[in-house]
């Protein structure tokens, strides 16, 4: 059976694919290109902001009773509020700066387990519930495009 693509986990699967690719396209410039540094970085941190909002905003709250897995969702919330740390202190820097591409690294590497964590255990315990995704999934892309129009 084929997934629907405005289906929240298909969605929140997107996104995941989309900022790993930017972390990728970082990865791949050179010290040079501190003007594309910057723009990459801020992309990310747009998409992780808008991403990370969705999730705790909607999915989260909707995936807790059907998962019956708080400590899972109470960890994913933590994970969450450590990429914001780093993402505000990202957005303040300038590529010029000590430290940004560590950071941006570090940032990479929360999401890359957050992201593992998420697709390989929450999700599929979402999947199994009785939880509604294309509904859910439609009143995610309602607030997406909010918070992308408000320029998140």
């Not at 003007?35 to 990310?44: A, F």
Request: with cysteine; net charge negative.
């Amino acid at each position: 059976m084929k997934t629907p693509t405005n289906d929240a986990i298909a969605m929140l699967v997107d996104d995941h694919k989309k900022v790993k690719a930017l972390f990728a396209q970082f990865e791949s410039l050179s010290d040079r290109s501190k003007v594309n540094k910057k723009k990459v970085s801020d992309q990310i941190c747009r998409e992780l902001t808008v991403h990370t909002t969705i999730e705790e905003q909607l999915f989260y709250p909707a995936s807790r009773g059907p998962v019956k897995d708080g400590d899972m969702l109470d960890e994913a919330i933590v994970e969450h509020a450590s990429a914001k740390d780093l993402i505000a202190e990202i957005r303040d820097m300038d590529p010029d700066d000590d430290l940004y591409d560590a950071k941006v690294k570090v940032l990479s590497e929360q999401i890359e387990h957050h992201v593992g964590e998420e697709e390989n255990e929450m999700f599929p315990k979402v999947r199994k519930s009785k939880l509604d995704l294309v509904a859910l999934g439609e009143q995610m892309g309602v607030l997406k495009h909010q918070l992308e129009a408000e320029g998140n």
